[in-house]
């Protein structure tokens, strides 16, 4: 899901990379606590990058039971679902997933997320 993540808000920096502390004041080989890092985030669908390994990025985002409109990337995307349910759509069938449910997104596959989508998402994707 490419939702608006941390570096697209102007004036923020809650990126959380390699060896950098954050305004958080976390750091890659801190402790994270996932669902608080959700909880904190200003805005529903507004991801934050919480760590990374080379060029993937893993992000944290709610989910507030609204709809995402269909999307596909050019790289493979892992969904997590930590808390709650992901109403996903991917390639017109409907794929739920519920607490520690994960679907894994091919490359050019368009997916979606259905209304009634609620909690907490892990999102694991090439960085942009």
Do not use: F
């Not at 959380?16 to 994270?32: C, K, V, W």
């Not at 039971?65 to 050019?74: I, K, N, Y």
């Amino acid at each position: 899901m490419n939702r608006t993540d941390d570096r697209s808000r102007a004036g923020t920096d809650d990126r959380t990379d390699a060896g950098t502390a954050t305004a958080g004041g976390a750091a890659s080989n801190d402790r994270i606590d996932v669902p608080a890092a959700a909880a904190a985030l200003p805005l529903a669908w507004n991801s934050r990058v919480l760590g990374r390994v080379g060029p993937t990025a893993v992000k944290v985002l709610r989910m507030d039971g609204l709809p995402v409109a269909e999307e596909r990337h050019g790289h493979t995307e892992v969904l997590l679902v930590l808390d709650g349910r992901l109403e996903l759509v991917v390639d017109g069938a409907d794929v739920p997933l519920g607490p520690g449910g994960m679907y894994v997104v091919p490359a050019g596959v368009p997916h979606a997320v259905a209304a009634g989508s609620r909690g907490t998402l892990v999102i694991v994707e090439a960085a942009d």
